[in-house]
């Protein structure tokens, strides 16, 4: 082996195993787990209620959020759970995901992401990624949505199935209000041609939940075609202050 390549393996070594046990992902502090206790209790708030039509965080004092209580919630999720709330240091590592190609990342939430949908959800027959454009694809490099899929899928011995395509490229959902976002997302999915749904249970996955459009929408279309129950899971939601 070349002189050169020996040290090279050694630091990839070192990046790969090493110092991943050393510090919290959120806040650089040392830490055995992947994010640390104080991280854990501020973005994951473990103690605190998911509303269970869109996931937000709402403390213990409602069973749904206002938003749901006061009917402009997503309709078609049976139960939506969220790993955290949806800011700070766990927003960046998001982002940091997505748009800075950083989807290994998101192995190391494995455990997290276990325990979040295996205590909260019924299982399902088939785990499924909402679905990236195809131009968005060729842009990313990878949908975020089908890492975690595929880690769920991977380690519960689910199927991952891509049940659903996406054939118009949307305006990001970001920079739009709530109607705008349904509006927005009208007609932009399809069941793929010839599967079967009919009384399937499926988990549904995406990163991040806010209206609730995007999970809202494709759980429509999926319900149109025969599932009986939906259960999303995403890493990140709003909170109610
Ligand atoms: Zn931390
Ligand atoms: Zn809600």
Redesign the pocket.
């Known amino acids: 082996m070349k002189s050169e390549v020996v040290p090279m393996i050694k630091k990839l070594g070192s990046l790969l195993w090493y110092d991943q046990e050393e510090s919290c992902l959120l806040c650089s502090a040392k830490s055995v787990e992947p994010i640390c206790s104080g991280c854990r209790e501020e973005y994951f708030q473990p103690r605190s209620s998911r ?6 965080l ?1 403390g213990n004092l409602s069973e ?2 206002k ?3 006061s009917g402009i ?1 997503p309709k078609t999720l049976d139960k939506v759970v969220s790993l955290g709330y949806y800011g700070g240091a766990w927003r960046d590592l998001i982002c940091n995901v997505k748009y800075k190609g950083q989807p290994y990342l998101l192995l190391r939430l494995s455990d997290y992401m276990i325990s979040c949908t295996v205590n909260n959800l019924p299982p399902p027959d088939a785990v499924v990624p909402i679905p990236m454009h195809p131009n968005k694809l060729a842009e990313r490099g990878f949908n975020q949505t089908e890492v975690l899929a595929s880690i769920l899928s991977g380690k519960l011995g689910i199927q991952l199935r891509h049940y659903l395509i996406r054939t118009k490229d949307t305006a990001p959902q970001t920079s739009l209000g709530r109607n705008e976002r349904i509006q927005n997302l009208r007609g932009v999915f399809q069941v793929k041609e010839g599967v079967k749904l009919k009384d399937k249970i499926i988990w549904l996955v995406d990163d991040v939940i806010t209206t ?1 459009a995007t999970l809202g929408e494709s759980a429509k279309i999926l319900k149109e075609n025969g599932v009986k129950e939906i259960y999303a899971f995403c890493l990140g939601a709003g909170k109610e202050e």
């Not at 509303?51 to 937000?56: N, R, T, V, W």
């Open positions: 509303c269970p039509s869109c996931g937000k709402i749904r959020c938003d749901c209580s919630g609730g």
